[in-house]
């Protein structure tokens, strides 16, 4: 069965770093679009960012582009978020996602804390 699990996440203080990855196992990794997402207390879950299968076109909300990268390793079933400049807004849990045959798949999420 699918299961992505994600990793890395931790506190960080405001202008620091943090890698997040999520391995992937029960699909084809290389052959799906794969995103990363976050939940902040009392919001909506938001696209952070994605890459798409093979070529691995990059996508960004306007709040993290510039500051955060994301990135695929298919030889390793992993996906990765590169997260600089970390703010206090970026204090979430994130997810990994991906979609196969219309059905959303997740990650348990990680918390990523930025605070001093």
């Known amino acids: 069965q699918v299961q992505l699990v994600e990793s890395g996440g931790g506190l960080v203080q405001p202008g620091g770093s943090l890698r997040l990855s999520c391995a992937a196992s029960g699909f084809t990794f290389s052959r799906y679009a794969m995103s990363w997402y976050r939940q902040a207390p009392e919001k909506e879950r938001e696209l952070v960012a994605s890459i798409s299968a093979f070529i691995g076109t990059t996508r960004y909300t306007d709040s993290v582009k510039g500051r955060f990268t994301i990135s695929r390793d298919n030889a390793k079933n992993t996906l990765y978020l590169q997260m600089n400049s970390l703010k206090p807004e970026d204090t979430a849990v994130y997810y990994c996602?991906?979609?196969?045959?219309?059905?959303?798949?997740w990650g348990q999420g990680t918390q990523v804390t930025v605070s001093s």
């Open positions: 996602n991906t979609q196969l045959r219309d059905m959303n798949f």
